[in-house]
């Protein structure tokens, strides 16, 4: 791997090392005695909570057993806060303290109690020392949320010493996120960390400067991330998801207090409701791309439930970098656009031209997406292109992302190159949807381009598309010879796939929902494959494999025809 000249790697492994100082500063011992003061008198407002709740859960708490993050840890009668050997996601879930809103479900003087002992032991054990995994900038963000979210149940019964000690805790945490939130990494997290200092202003007893101050960080930083077409810079369609459920609360948390909100939120939240439509197919799951892992069509249905037009989502985000195709219960969404930028795309993923196509509520063509919480070697398999429904040359990715293990311990997994330059056109006609795109990422090393053209006609009941892969330098001049290209189809696994008595290959998600498939001059394999991006964890799937000698067949044209209507 050439990393030893790479300007843009080393461009941000440098600004990685210099922002982690300036957080160590802030957060030390000389600057600690910013988080001290005056201690609030009361909470003034519970913000509500979107996020779904299940009041079993409760029950699982109180008897020591926590289910987070993909792991089930059993505490057996000790503090789950002294847990050391659990995974890093278990810590970050359990300290960020969102599963309060389960005790609330639960609607319990039980669940309460715990609640409240639970709170108590945190405070205890973390709240005196700011360091470790407890007081992560990102986790801080969140729980500061969870708990003035869900401070009814927490306070529920409380006598005045712990309602002192909560709100003392509660006002060293957002001083302290105050003091860090500038210096954490761009993105989601810094995001999240003014979204958490304006909940925390709102609710807490704060100076009109002081609203003022955290509302103006806000709207900078959403202005920012939030692409005109509701798109969010990391190009996750789950980041969309995330920040909504905590941007409409807020929203909501600023008229309860009769407090104007800022423009940048109000025209942040009307471009990312649209966003949302866009990256959902019609089952209520949104597309695998970039860090998008398995999706609760409920937890989407909550949120879009605060869509007010409830119109038809868009078809061209060309800030974000994708396209949708939709007519007749045919779905198609596309990768048209180039990485994030490094800083935001630890979870991006080497996908571009990939694309996802469903037909009703099946989807039959998918990228094999995330499993968040699973073994690190699934995450990485997962971010290359392979692991996508696009081209590969070589059997390479288009992008790297898997640096040494020294580097990685310092700035994470970054998306770094070759990908420079994505080219997208949208063709639409009556009766017609097409886009046609190109990326040159295999230029560098391989010296060549890779486009696509997709085209969804026929009342959505023909989807075609043509790869070409040709010469940088010579237009369409056939590249040379010594390489192969690989076109995969990822299936998902409910799709089963076989060859007709014409030795067709079919795809079927039911009786009433077939589609064949049809390449020119090159008979499509049928080969191992898995999805990673399943509620329950990964799942083997098939895949169709194209594999072509781009020195002989620069140019291959493929076809899915819908041969059964589908059931009204």
Not at 508 to 521: A, L, Y
């Amino acid at each position: 791997m050439a990393l030893n000249y790479d300007p843009q790697l080393w461009g941000f492994v440098a600004s990685e090392a210099w922002r982690r100082a300036r957080r160590r500063l802030r957060s030390g011992p000389l600057y600690r005695w910013r988080f001290s003061g005056r201690t609030p008198q009361r909470i003034l407002i519970a913000p509500p909570d979107l996020r779904l709740a299940d009041g079993a859960l409760a029950q699982e708490f109180y008897r020591g057993r926590f289910p987070l993050a993909g792991s089930v840890i059993a505490t057996g009668g000790t503090s789950p806060f002294r847990a050391e050997r659990a995974p890093a996601a278990w810590l970050e879930a359990m300290h960020a303290f969102r599963w309060l809103r389960h005790m609330r479900a639960a609607e319990t003087n039980l669940a309460a109690g715990n609640a409240r002992a639970l709170v108590s032991d945190w405070i205890a054990i973390h709240g005196r020392r700011i360091n470790g995994p407890a007081w992560a900038p990102a986790t801080v963000a969140k729980r500061l949320i969870a708990w003035l979210q869900h401070s009814s149940i927490v306070l529920a019964g409380a006598d005045i010493q712990f309602y002192r000690v909560f709100l003392k805790s509660l006002a060293v945490q957002m001083r302290y996120l105050r003091a860090v939130a500038g210096e954490m990494p761009d993105g989601e997290e810094r995001l999240r960390a003014r979204i958490a200092i304006a909940f925390a202003t709102l609710s807490l007893p704060s100076s009109p400067a002081r609203l003022h101050a955290a509302s103006r960080a806000l709207a900078l930083e959403l202005d920012r991330q939030i692409l005109p077409d509701g798109v969010h810079i990391s190009r996750n369609p789950g980041a969309v998801l995330e920040l909504l459920a905590d941007l409409l609360p807020l929203r909501q948390t600023y008229f309860n207090q009769a407090e104007a909100p800022p423009d940048a939120l109000i025209n942040a939240i009307e471009r990312m409701l649209p966003a949302l439509r866009f990256f959902r197919h019609q089952d209520g799951v949104l597309a695998r791309f970039n860090g998008m892992g398995a999706t609760s069509h409920d937890r989407v249905a909550a949120i879009l439930h605060h869509d007010d037009t409830g119109g038809a989502p868009i078809l061209h985000a060309s800030h974000g970098g994708y396209d949708r195709l939709s007519m007749g219960g045919t779905t198609i969404i596309a990768d048209t656009g180039a990485p994030p930028a490094p800083d935001v795309s630890h979870e991006a993923q080497a996908g571009c031209l990939s694309f996802e196509m469903s037909s009703g509520r099946h989807h039959f063509i998918v990228n094999c997406g995330v499993d968040s919480f699973g073994a690190e070697d699934f995450r990485l398999l997962s971010r290359s292109t392979a692991a996508h429904s696009t081209a590969t040359v070589n059997e390479t990715s288009s992008a790297r992302f898997n640096l040494p293990s020294r580097l990685r311990a310092m700035v994470g997994s970054p998306l770094i190159g070759p990908i420079r330059k994505v080219r997208a056109k949208r063709f639409d006609s009556p009766g017609i949807q097409g886009v046609s795109a190109s990326h040159d990422g295999y230029v560098q090393r391989f010296g060549i381009v890779h486009e696509r053209e997709l085209l969804l006609a026929a009342g959505g009941d023909i989807f075609e598309g043509t790869d070409r892969f040709f010469n940088d330098r010579n237009g369409l001049a056939r590249p040379g010879p010594g390489m192969t290209v690989q076109i995969r189809f990822h299936l998902h696994p409910d799709i089963g796939v076989f060859r007709n008595e014409r030795g067709q290959l079919v795809l079927k998600g039911n009786e009433t929902d077939i589609w064949t498939v049809d390449v020119e001059g090159v008979a499509p394999v049928v080969e191992e494959s898995m999805f990673f991006a399943s509620i329950g964890g990964p799942r083997r799937s098939r895949q169709l494999v194209v594999e072509i000698d781009p020195s002989v067949l620069p140019e291959v044209a493929w076809r899915f025809t819908r041969v059964e209507k589908m059931s009204s």
